[in-house]
């Protein structure tokens, strides 16, 4: 059975980084986008960030372009987030999900995802 799993997430401060982890298992995830999406408190599960299958095409959400940064590793069938200059509204539970997609195409919207990890909470003060 297909897993996913986000780690890194803590307390940091306004300013601070965080680096988070997805690790995945139960199947291989060639030919899968792979992407971030977070929910704040009160508010809907949001994009953050999306990367193809080679890591040769991503795509960020406004709020974060210039802070985070996505990357992946298919190797050790992992996903990062490199989260910079981190602000109090970034404050979420950050989940990461994979959907297929032989072509590479990068997907933005949460409810054409076909897993999901269980999320790690992400809270930055000021």
């Known amino acids: 059975q297909a897993q996913l799993v986000e780690s890194g997430g803590g307390l940091v401060q306004a300013g601070g980084s965080l680096r988070l982890s997805c690790t995945t298992s139960?199947?291989?995830?060639?030919?899968?986008?792979m992407g971030w999406f977070r929910q704040p408190p009160g508010k809907e599960r949001e994009f953050v960030a999306a990367i193809s299958w080679g890591g040769g095409r991503t795509d960020y959400a406004d709020s974060v372009k210039g802070r985070f940064t996505i990357s992946r590793d298919t190797s050790k069938n992992a996903m990062y987030l490199q989260m910079n200059s981190l602000k109090p509204e970034d404050t979420a539970v950050y989940y990461c999900?994979?959907?297929?997609?032989?072509?590479?195409?990068?997907?933005?919207?949460?409810?054409?995802?076909?897993?999901w990890g269980r999320g790690t909470q992400v809270t930055v003060s000021s």
């Open positions: 139960g199947r291989t995830f060639s030919n899968y986008v």
């Open positions: 999900a994979a959907k297929i997609s032989p072509t590479g195409m990068i997907f933005t919207t949460r409810s054409w995802y076909d897993y």
